[in-house]
């Protein structure tokens, strides 16, 4: 769709993964991007056949290994970014950035065992920023708009509200100036 | 069954158009197609309608499509209650590039405020 709204001002800049960290429970976390590796892969298959049903939003992830690998198929092709959260090799979360149009749609996930902890930020910082690294300019999402974790973390990063008009709220994110008529980005400076 | 059928040019509404037709023709519904305005949808109320027939021609059953202007969720409730229909079928919801799900504005008005059965088609 080509309607969708953006802020005018451009976000902050957000560090592009790899990035280390130690969450609020003394784990230590890893963020890095996803190289399209077998292994990588299976780890994500494992982490969504384990998540909770209870925190799956507008359908997705989808229930059921065969269902869920489908799934993986198209948000995990080459124009797609993709970010994993790791403890170790378990997968604690997984973010992705999807190609629409002249703009990407963004989804986090963080396994309920690994839940409010401060990972869902530095997973969504590190996905922006692999993002901003990639050239992404527009980025925008839904979310159940009862879900106020949800809503209150895509605030503090910078999301601003684009359509308050159904169930889901629809925010955009504008990561990058708009390219020029030659396309290369328009600077302020 | 007494059965209406709101469509409006998306994606989602042709999937609920073509599986209503479908159940019509085998269950013998009084099915009437509402073909409603949708500022989303790409398509215009007359190809919306076009289509309509087709389907309705194709399946080989009695069903009337009728072009409904005006606001859509409040129109088809009102058509759903004058003319004592049993049930509203709509499209169930656009799916993104993501695979989100999102309702829209027809379809979440008319499941809160009408007094019949509401199916969304998946």
């Given at each position: 769709m080509s309607d969708r709204g953006y802020p005018d001002a451009v976000a902050d800049e957000f560090p592009p993964p790899p990035t280390a960290f130690t969450d609020r429970e003394d784990r230590e976390l890893e963020i890095r991007p996803y190289e399209g590796d077998a292994a990588s892969r299976e780890a994500l298959v494992e982490m969504y056949d384990a998540f909770?049903?209870?925190?799956?939003?507008?359908?997705?992830?989808?229930?059921?290994?065969?269902?869920i690998r489908?799934?993986?198929?198209?948000?995990?092709?080459g124009d797609c970014y993709n970010v994993i959260a790791w403890c170790g090799d378990e997968v604690a979360g997984h973010a992705t950035l999807v190609p629409d149009g002249d703009a990407y749609e963004l989804a986090i996930f963080v396994h309920q065992e690994y839940q409010r902890a401060g990972i869902g930020t530095h997973l969504i910082r590190g996905l922006l920023g692999h993002g901003?690294?990639?050239?992404?300019?527009?980025?925008?999402?839904?979310v159940e708009r009862w879900n106020r974790a949800a809503v209150s973390l895509y605030k503090k990063i910078g999301f601003e509200t684009s359509d308050a008009e159904s169930f889901e709220l629809e925010m955009g994110l504008r990561l990058r100036a708009d390219a020029g008529p030659d396309g290369d980005a328009e600077t302020d400076e | 069954m007494k059965v209406l059928c709101g469509i409006g040019g998306s994606d989602d509404s042709f999937r609920a158009l073509d599986r209503t037709v479908e159940r019509a023709a085998v269950a013998n519904d009084d099915l009437t197609i509402a073909v409603v305005d949708n500022e989303d949808s790409s398509v215009s109320p007359d190809e919306v309608v076009e289509r309509a027939e087709a389907a309705v021609a194709e399946a080989a059953i009695d069903a009337e499509v009728r072009r409904v202007e005006g606001d859509p969720g409040s129109r088809l409730?009102?058509?759903?209650?004058?003319?004592?229909?049993?049930?509203?079928?709509?499209?169930?919801g656009h799916t993104s590039p993501m695979g989100k799900i999102t309702i829209g504005s027809i379809a979440e008005f008319v499941l809160l405020n009408a007094k019949t059965t509401v199916t969304l088609v998946r």
């Open positions: 909770d049903p209870a925190d799956r939003a507008q359908g997705i992830p989808p229930g059921g290994e065969e269902r489908e799934w993986l198929d198209a948000i995990l092709g901003q690294a990639n050239g992404v300019e527009k980025v925008w999402l839904t | 409730i009102e058509i759903a209650e004058t003319e004592e229909f049993e049930e509203i079928v709509l499209g169930g």
